[in-house]
């Protein structure tokens, strides 16, 4: 399995939301950095789905499922994609 990283560091959250969007409409798995940008550690979490206008996650760290309600959207700055073989 080859995981490939998009850094999405400086674009704005409309910008993160198409370029996570589109790689999850291209039927991708991915993993979102949501805690780093600040933060002296990270944190990741699954995405689950984009559904309208939202990212929808599963996080061991919070019960909650919509990612940028529970965490900054400016703190993603990376993710990484990859299909299960």
């Known amino acids: 399995m080859l995981l490939n990283y998009v850094d999405d560091e400086n674009k704005n959250e409309n910008e ?49 499922t919509d990612m940028w309600k529970e965490y900054n959207w400016n703190n993603t700055t990376q993710f990484v994609y990859f299909k299960a073989n």
Do not use: R
């Open 16 to 64: 993160k939301f198409t370029e996570i969007k589109k790689y999850y409409e291209s039927d991708y798995l991915i993993v979102v950095e949501v805690i780093g940008a600040t933060a002296t550690s990270q944190h990741w979490v699954a995405l689950d789905e984009v559904k309208n206008d939202k990212i929808i996650i599963s996080d061991p760290g919070s019960k909650s």
